[in-house]
């Protein structure tokens, strides 16, 4: 089964800008993986905030965006804002499985 | 308004069998896909299992396949996942999750889980 790679963690300061970045060891992330990207705060459940690489559900905040940079999936974020500190996984699809990355803890300081 | 509600989990033996449930509501339930993740106590996201709208399809992770069966009664709005030959490693919250489509994409929302604890 493959793996998938985040960050294990990184800040941002309030107002900034911070990429969060998504790789596959079987080779470069593409769009055939759909990427997706969740938000987790502590205590509760997952928020899924991207899908399919780029896409948008109404409730996702608007400073999130996800995009495909360097081979990985990327999840930014702009304009940091206190309540954005929480967990951020993303996951690929492989045929009929799906994985999660081990999780990035954005803390915003 | 969607709501998922996890049940089933509990205390098990390890080698024991547990059956979880998940009662979905405010949608057309047989129009969507459905998973299970699990997420072990302090530790990150693992998909569990993902079936189609139909049950034509149904993938599982390594870790579960051949132990685990996910199914639907899309009559009952219901979801399901049979867990045989459980291991301590098992021990997670269980999370209910709705695809955004029929087929087998990704989740859209979310129940708030229940918990299973394998333990002698």
């Known amino acids: 089964q493959a793996v998938v790679t985040q960050e294990p963690s990184l800040t941002v300061s309030p107002g900034g800008t911070v990429t969060l970045t998504c790789g596959s060891t079987?080779?470069?992330?593409?769009?055939?993986?759909?990427p997706y990207w969740f938000q987790q705060k502590p205590g509760q459940a997952p928020t899924t905030l991207i899908y399919d690489t780029r896409n948008k559900h109404s409730w996702t905040p608007v400073q999130f965006s996800g995009s495909l940079i360097g081979g990985k999936a990327a999840l930014t974020l702009s304009g940091a804002q206190p309540e954005d500190e929480a967990y951020y996984y993303c996951m690929l699809s492989y045929g009929d499985t799906r994985v999660f990355g081990g999780g990035t803890k954005l803390t915003v300081l | 308004e969607v709501q998922l509600v996890e049940s089933g989990g509990g205390l098990v033996q390890p080698g024991r069998s547990l059956r979880l449930s998940c009662a979905a509501s405010g949608f057309t339930f047989d129009e969507y896909a459905m998973h299970w993740v699990r997420q072990a106590p302090g530790k990150g996201l693992e998909w569990v299992s993902g079936i189609t709208w139909n049950s034509g399809i149904i993938g599982y992770a390594d870790s579960v396949k051949g132990r685990f069966t996910t199914s639907r009664d899309n009559a009952k709005n219901s979801l399901y996942l049979q867990m045989n030959g459980l291991r301590a490693e098992d021990t997670a919250l269980y999370y209910c999750?709705?695809?955004?489509?029929?087929?087998?994409?990704?989740?859209?929302?979310w129940g708030q889980g229940t918990l299973v604890t394998v333990s002698s």
């Open positions: 999750a709705k695809d955004w489509d029929d087929i087998l994409t990704g989740p859209d929302y």
């Open positions: 079987t080779g470069p992330v593409t769009s055939g993986h759909y």
